[in-house]
């Protein structure tokens, strides 16, 4: 009679609907077409460049905000909107980030002016920075089961992956049979599709932190994340390292950054609990992700320079010789659950390291003839590694964070995306203009203000050897490829030691994949009153009698 009665109950005390594989997995699919969109805004942009500037004439700083103001604007306010999202609630946030991004879309499809635009652009950053986070604390909350979980992840990745590529090529389409404005128009059908789904599917969330949200902390959190992003993207500009529109808003960024780690750590209710940089997966996840980054971001800019000044190749030849390392990418990100498993994120993220350090010391023996197969296989070795040691690292730095902060968890992983990619641009655009500019600055026949001026880049060598012809032109030509393929070869040097350094560094993750509870959401250790002799005494005393002792946990996956 007991045992019908429990049935009866079991029957009628169904699971939620996200307990039930189909709606996570549904779930799965709404937020990995919101990063679909959002990883599409970040790129597609840049084809559609030259027509904006024949229609919109801006001035020259007017089309690097155009560029610019995107990612400055998502950068600098993820930790504050990935904060809100565990207040408010993280549906709530990302259904704002819907409405925002549409409108905002709107708005730069149909702008009269390169201010318009900017402006806009920088609406749509604001509302990446609502998507962006909320996508993945949401995974982390529908996904508690850490295998699924690292399969949802690898999905996440892969799309972010085919969305950076197809961007480009999308965007030339819609440029070549419409106008320029329809890049951004075509965010307006999806965010309507998205909007309805959302509110239905995704369930609501927030985090466990009492106490009111620290709203000076958060803006103290956006002002030095954007003084650190513009620095570092003045110093990847060319600046140099004393110009005060680098120097200054850096100096200013981080400033701030310490001034908010030092208010977290003193308030009762923190937006970030900073402790978890105390623990060493976390803290080496998050390293982890900068220097994949700052690698990938670094090497796919002086690639695309390398395809096109140096090989000749048109813009889609050059898109088509990239496709390897965005298919190589998708295929880690989809095998990254079972590699995890088999491997644990130690070897893992290390692994990919070392792998990618391999590709790039492959690429190291390009020179000025094309030779098509070493850079299919470098870029396929390259895109595998990197996403995998990105995929490992992800899932290592989001199992590592408390559910209640999982927002907050997602904005730093994003964050340090952002800054990876921004470092990568400066540090390795340094290097690669510190060995090119020499090789052009003596050249015979040629000026000292033109071979300061063909010393830029090569692009600009190119311009100015046309403008001279004749020996002078043609032996400056020669000059400034041979000096980019010098550069390159440093570069992608300098770049395999960083990624070596990555790989020490990820020796400190945990061997295995632990598929119990998360050392996060582990219940807390005792209050340091009860470690007191007298407060054991009488907890013994008071004491009932043992209970039996409960099952082992199962062996974590290896």
């Given at each position: 009679?007991?045992?019908?009665?429990?049935?009866?109950?079991?029957?009628?005390?169904?699971?939620?609907?996200?307990?039930?594989?189909?709606?996570?997995?549904?779930?799965?699919?709404?937020?990995?077409?919101?990063?679909?969109?959002?990883?599409?805004?970040?790129?597609?942009?840049?084809?559609?460049?030259?027509?904006?500037?024949?229609?919109?004439?801006?001035?020259?700083?007017?089309?690097?905000?155009?560029?610019?103001?995107?990612?400055?604007?998502?950068?600098?306010?993820?930790?504050?909107f990935?904060?809100?999202?565990?207040?408010?609630?993280?549906?709530?946030?990302?259904?704002?980030?819907?409405?925002?991004?549409?409108?905002?879309?709107?708005l730069?499809?149909?702008?009269?002016?390169?201010?318009?635009?900017?402006?806009?652009?920088?609406?749509?950053?604001?509302?990446?920075?609502?998507?962006?986070?909320?996508?993945?604390?949401?995974?982390?909350?529908?996904?508690?089961?850490?295998?699924?979980?690292?399969?949802?992840?690898?999905?996440?990745?892969?799309?972010?992956?085919?969305?950076?590529?197809?961007?480009?090529?999308?965007?030339?389409?819609?440029?070549?049979?419409?106008?320029?404005?329809?890049?951004?128009?075509?965010?307006?059908?999806?965010?309507?599709?998205?909007?309805?789904?959302?509110?239905?599917?995704?369930?609501?969330?927030?985090?466990?932190?009492?106490?009111?949200?620290?709203?000076?902390?958060?803006?103290?959190?956006?002002?030095?994340?954007?003084?650190?992003?513009?620095?570092?993207?003045?110093?990847?500009?060319?600046?140099?390292?004393?110009?005060?529109?680098?120097?200054?808003?850096?100096?200013?960024?981080?400033?701030?950054?310490?001034?908010?780690?030092r208010?977290?750590?003193?308030?009762?209710?923190?937006?970030?609990?900073?402790?978890?940089?105390?623990?060493?997966?976390?803290?080496?996840?998050?390293?982890?992700?900068?220097?994949?980054?700052l690698?990938?971001?670094?090497?796919?800019?002086?690639a695309?320079?390398?395809?096109?000044?140096?090989?000749?190749?048109?813009?889609?030849?050059?898109?088509?010789r990239?496709?390897?390392?965005?298919?190589?990418?998708?295929?880690?990100?989809?095998?990254?659950?079972?590699?995890?498993?088999?491997f644990?994120p130690?070897?893992?993220?290390?692994?990919?390291?070392?792998?990618?350090?391999?590709?790039?010391?492959?690429?190291?023996?390009?020179?000025?003839?094309?030779?098509?197969?070493?850079?299919?296989?470098?870029?396929?070795?390259?895109?595998?590694?990197?996403?995998?040691?990105?995929?490992?690292?992800?899932?290592?730095?989001?199992?590592?964070?408390?559910?209640?902060?999982?927002?907050?968890?997602?904005?730093?992983?994003?964050?340090?995306?952002?800054?990876?990619?921004?470092?990568?641009?400066?540090l390795?655009?340094?290097?690669?203009?510190?060995?090119?500019?020499?090789?052009?600055?003596?050249?015979?026949?040629?000026?000292?203000?033109?071979?300061?001026?063909?010393?830029?880049?090569?692009?600009?060598?190119?311009?100015?050897?046309?403008?001279?012809?004749?020996?002078?032109?043609?032996?400056?030509?020669?000059?400034?490829?041979?000096?980019?393929?010098?550069?390159?070869?440093?570069?992608?040097?300098?770049?395999?030691?960083?990624?070596?350094?990555?790989?020490?560094?990820?020796?400190?993750?945990?061997?295995?994949?632990?598929?119990?509870?998360?050392?996060?959401?582990?219940?807390?250790?005792?209050?340091?009153?009860?470690?007191r002799p007298?407060a054991?005494?009488?907890?013994?005393?008071?004491?009932?009698?043992?209970?039996?002792?409960?099952?082992?946990?199962?062996?974590?996956?290896?």
């Amino acid at each position: 009679m007991t045992r019908t009665t429990e049935a009866g109950q079991a029957r009628t005390a169904a699971p939620p609907p996200l307990d039930r594989p189909a709606g996570r997995w549904a779930v799965l699919v709404v937020l990995c077409v919101s990063l679909l969109i959002v990883a599409l805004d970040a790129t597609v942009l840049h084809v559609a460049v030259p027509a904006l500037t024949e229609d919109l004439r801006p001035g020259a700083q007017d089309l690097l905000w155009i560029v610019d103001a995107y990612p400055l604007v998502a950068a600098s306010l993820l930790i504050l909107f990935g904060t809100l999202g565990d207040r408010i609630g993280r549906r709530k946030v990302l259904l704002c980030g819907y409405a925002l991004f549409g409108v905002a879309s709107a708005l730069a499809a149909f702008a009269p002016d390169a201010h318009t635009l900017i402006a806009a652009r920088a609406l749509l950053g604001a509302g990446g920075a609502m998507i962006m986070p909320a996508t993945l604390s949401i995974l982390r909350q529908v996904f508690p089961d850490r295998r699924e979980r690292a399969m949802a992840i690898g999905v996440w990745s892969a799309v972010a992956a085919v969305g950076a590529a197809i961007g480009p090529v999308l965007g030339g389409f819609l440029v070549e049979h419409f106008w320029w404005g329809s890049v951004f128009l075509v965010n307006i059908p999806l965010m309507a599709v998205l909007l309805p789904l959302g509110r239905m599917l995704l369930p609501e969330s927030r985090g466990g932190a009492d106490g009111p949200w620290d709203v000076l902390g958060a803006v103290t959190a956006a002002a030095g994340l954007l003084g650190t992003v513009l620095g570092i993207k003045h110093l990847g500009g060319g600046e140099g390292f004393l110009d005060a529109s680098a120097v200054v808003p850096l100096l200013a960024g981080l400033a701030l950054l310490v001034l908010f780690v030092r208010r977290q750590r003193r308030r009762e209710h923190p937006l970030i609990d900073v402790g978890m940089f105390r623990r060493a997966a976390f803290s080496t996840s998050v390293g982890c992700i900068v220097l994949a980054m700052l690698a990938l971001v670094g090497l796919e800019l002086i690639a695309v320079q390398y395809l096109q000044l140096v090989l000749g190749l048109s813009p889609f030849q050059t898109g088509l010789r990239l496709l390897p390392l965005t298919f190589a990418a998708m295929a880690a990100g989809l095998a990254g659950s079972r590699l995890l498993h088999r491997f644990g994120p130690r070897r893992m993220v290390s692994g990919g390291f070392v792998l990618t350090a391999l590709a790039v010391l492959s690429l190291a023996a390009m020179g000025q003839t094309d030779r098509p197969w070493l850079l299919t296989t470098g870029f396929v070795l390259l895109g595998f590694g990197l996403e995998a040691t990105l995929f490992g690292a992800y899932e290592s730095m989001l199992s590592e964070s408390p559910a209640k902060q999982a927002g907050g968890a997602a904005a730093i992983g994003e964050t340090s995306y952002q800054l990876g990619a921004g470092l990568g641009i400066a540090l390795l655009g340094s290097v690669m203009n510190a060995a090119y500019a020499p090789g052009v600055r003596h050249t015979p026949g040629v000026s000292a203000a033109d071979s300061a001026a063909a010393g830029r880049s090569l692009g600009e060598a190119y311009d100015v050897s046309g403008r001279l012809g004749g020996s002078g032109g043609a032996a400056l030509r020669q000059a400034a490829r041979n000096s980019f393929v010098t550069g390159l070869h440093l570069t992608l040097l300098v770049s395999a030691g960083l990624l070596l350094i990555g790989a020490l560094a990820a020796l400190r993750l945990p061997r295995v994949m632990e598929c119990g509870a998360s050392y996060a959401d582990r219940p807390a250790a005792p209050a340091p009153e009860a470690d007191r002799p007298a407060a054991r005494e009488a907890d013994r005393q008071a004491a009932p009698a043992p209970a039996p002792a409960p099952a082992p946990d199962p062996a974590p996956v290896r």
